[in-house]
């Protein structure tokens, strides 16, 4: 077990018990997410226009990063106890999809290759990570195992936690593509991530009671 699988794990067991708390005194009101402005400002697909290898690599990496968020959120509807959990997942799952479809089209349009789509890995249970490991805030086959198996008050601890990192990944990635990019519109999409997933790990750290 690594030192940062090992952190992650000692922290659910320390974070569920207070999570459950948290999560059940919370109130209902979800707010926006803000997605809404990523599909909307790149919904075409791209032409092969300017763009440069960091565009190529934003969107092949994020595309397969993005699969395993719809994963992860997918589980909440029939595992989460808390509705704000199960809000929050359904709205990652919305704004991610048509994300993953935009950057399909710039990668077909620019001749690059196309990660697995989320169709043929949503027919996989249990697909194999570790191709993608070293990617920031990726979690491994085991992590999805472990969340798999959870429910309740347990799996809405743990589903935070893993997502929190996780967007903490896509944050760092978005910020690379903010700085080296050159496709406008992979730029704007890189933004919208930044400003969505930073406001949605503070809304799971005060899920978490951490905020």
């Known amino acids: 077990m690594t030192p940062r699988i090992f952190t992650r794990r000692a922290a659910l067991v320390a974070t569920t018990a207070t999570a459950a708390l948290v999560l059940a005194a ?88 196309v990660p697995m789509s989320h169709g043929s890995m949503g027919s996989m249970p249990g697909m194999d990570h570790s191709s993608h490991s070293g990617m920031p805030g990726m979690m491994d086959t085991k992590d999805m195992g472990e969340l798999k198996k959870m429910s309740g008050e347990d799996f809405d601890a743990m589903f935070l936690t893993m997502m929190i990192e996780h967007h903490k990944g896509a944050v760092e990635m978005a910020t690379t593509e903010k700085g080296k990019g050159k496709y406008g519109a992979a730029t704007s999409m890189a933004d919208d991530i930044v400003t969505t997933q930073n406001a949605e790990i503070t809304e799971m750290n005060k899920l978490l009671g951490k905020g």
């Open 26 to 113: 919370c109130g209902g009101g979800s707010g926006r997410s803000g997605h809404d402005s990523a599909s909307s400002s790149s919904g075409a697909a791209a032409t092969a226009g300017a763009h440069n290898a960091q565009d190529v690599s934003f969107a092949q990496s994020m595309i397969p990063h993005h699969q395993q968020a719809l994963e992860m959120a997918q589980l909440a509807a029939g595992r989460a106890s808390s509705a704000q959990v199960k809000d929050l997942a359904s709205r990652i799952e919305k704004a991610q999809d048509p994300e993953i479809q935009t950057m399909s089209g710039w990668l077909k349009s620019w001749g690059e290759d």
